[in-house]
């Protein structure tokens, strides 16, 4: 199942007619209880992302459940054209390669920059090289579905298993995914580069009783 599209922008008109299309997508699916609230608050997450993400921005936002073995997959999509001019708004493209931007506080602050960066730029390529917040970008291969084949995507349960396991190594990584709501409560957060798009993913799995 897909829900209908609901346009979205930086200063977060769309919100509610967003949050209307999360309703409706939990009571289409059954869920009740803790299950439809982590579902709410992962759309409130996504959307906040998108606030002042940059100037004129507009993203499309929708909902897809998937019956699986274990239980219903949701996603929870905000896509956007890359086709920004990379010379618009320089004073926000001051991203550090260190990935330690001021504006890149967080699990949801890296992804809103990694958003938000590859929006401005027209090659993958130009991208990759400029922007490392997140840093364990690759590239999609055989053996899933032809939409996503051979483009560059971010995964955050990539991410966490490439932080040693000695949390004193890398205090700061660890520390922000133990204090992200969307680390806790999702299953997965891709960040896709594809087809002249931006996508951010959110992915929970809904387990049958």
Request: aromatic share 10%; net charge negative; glycine share 6%.
């Amino acid at each position: 199942m897909k829900s209908d599209v609901i346009q979205i922008y930086s200063d977060l008109s769309g919100r509610e007619d967003a949050l209307i299309a999360a309703e409706n997508f939990i009571r289409y699916n059954g869920f009740t209880g803790k299950d439809a609230m982590h579902i709410r608050l992962l759309t409130e997450e996504l959307i906040s992302m998108v606030h002042g993400v940059m100037a004129k921005f507009r993203g499309d936002l929708w909902f897809e459940s998937e019956k699986t073995k274990e239980g219903t997959l949701c996603r929870i999509c905000i896509s956007t054209d890359r086709n920004v001019d990379p010379n618009q708004e320089e004073h926000l493209l001051s991203v550090a390669t260190s990935g330690k931007n001021e504006n890149a506080k967080g699990i949801m602050g890296k992804i809103r920059e990694a958003f938000r960066v590859s929006a401005q730029y027209s090659t993958e390529g130009a991208y990759m090289n400029e922007y490392s917040a997140l840093n364990q970008w690759y590239s999609m291969g055989s053996g899933i579905p032809n939409e996503y084949a051979m483009e560059h995507c971010w995964s955050l349960t990539k991410y966490r298993g490439s932080l040693p396991s000695d949390r004193n190594a890398a205090p700061e990584e660890w520390d922000e995914l133990e204090k992200s709501i969307v680390a806790k409560l999702s299953d997965d957060v891709k960040v896709w580069l594809k087809n002249g798009k931006t996508q951010v993913t959110l992915e929970k799995l809904i387990k049958y009783t």
